[in-house]
């Protein structure tokens, strides 16, 4: 057996005792990782979204966050109204 096949089983083994252990860290850890990489994935798509306008000669004046439902950039003044 390899080096790399004991150094898995043994990440493997961790990771089971501490969904064991810990069920509901686990399920909160388990969302948030979820959460960010469909984060990453929506301003990946966001990004992708404006390199292909810029090169069709498209406005991005206009594009909204769809996350929050406020032009992009939009600075909050902290009573929920932007400038």
Same mark, same amino acid.
């Given at each position: 057996m *390899?080096?790399?096949?004991?150094?898995?089983?043994?990440v493997?083994?961790?990771v089971l005792y501490a969904i064991i252990t810990q069920?509901?860290? *686990?399920?909160?850890?388990t969302s948030n990782l979820a959460s960010g990489l469909a984060h990453a994935g929506q301003q990946t798509i966001v990004f992708i979204q404006s390199v292909a306008t810029s090169f069709t000669g498209g406005s991005t004046s206009t594009s909204y966050s769809q996350t929050h439902g406020?032009?992009?950039g939009g600075v909050s003044?902290?009573?929920g109204s932007y400038p």
């Amino acid at each position: 057996m *390899s080096i790399g096949r004991v150094v898995g089983w043994i990440v493997v083994l961790l990771v089971l005792y501490a969904i064991i252990t810990q069920p509901t860290q *686990s399920a909160a850890t388990t969302s948030n990782l979820a959460s960010g990489l469909a984060h990453a994935g929506q301003q990946t798509i966001v990004f992708i979204q404006s390199v292909a306008t810029s090169f069709t000669g498209g406005s991005t004046s206009t594009s909204y966050s769809q996350t929050h439902g406020v032009p992009s950039g939009g600075v909050s003044t902290g009573d929920g109204s932007y400038p």
